[in-house]
């Protein structure tokens, strides 16, 4: 069975860091697209980050860029996101999604990943 738990959110203030984690069991990572999404109260959820996790290929929102990185580690067959410079709009509950096969990017519907962890909340203040 596929379970996917996030660990690593918490509270900062605008301009600090935060490491989340996605450890993934029941299946190996490897091949697998792999992302992080996140929503904020009354917002639809969005891809933040995107990996293939066969080839390394990455995807980030525009919003993003720069000041997060998406990383995995095959051995400990877990999914990352370094999240640097971080703003107040960054403020969301963060999920780990994964699924095999099809397209891997940012834009790749919430309804094409089977696989979702139970989140982590990141709130930035100013």
């Known amino acids: 069975q596929v379970r996917l738990v996030e660990s690593g959110g918490g509270s900062v203030q605008a301009g600090g860091s935060l490491r989340l984690s996605c450890a993934a069991s029941g299946y190996t990572i490897r091949g697998y697209c792999m992302g992080w999404f996140r929503q904020a109260p009354g917002k639809e959820r969005e891809g933040v980050a995107v990996i293939l996790t066969g080839s390394g290929s990455t995807d980030y929102t525009d919003s993003v860029k720069g000041r997060f990185t998406i990383s995995q580690d095959n051995a400990k067959n877990t999914l990352y996101l370094q999240m640097n410079s971080l703003k107040p709009v960054d403020t969301a509950m963060y999920y780990c999604?994964?699924?095999?096969?099809?397209?891997?990017?940012?834009?790749?519907?919430?309804?094409?990943?089977?696989?979702w962890g139970q989140g982590t909340q990141v709130t930035v203040s100013s």
């Open positions: 999604a994964a699924d095999y096969g099809g397209y891997c990017g940012t834009r790749r519907s919430i309804r094409d990943f089977r696989f």
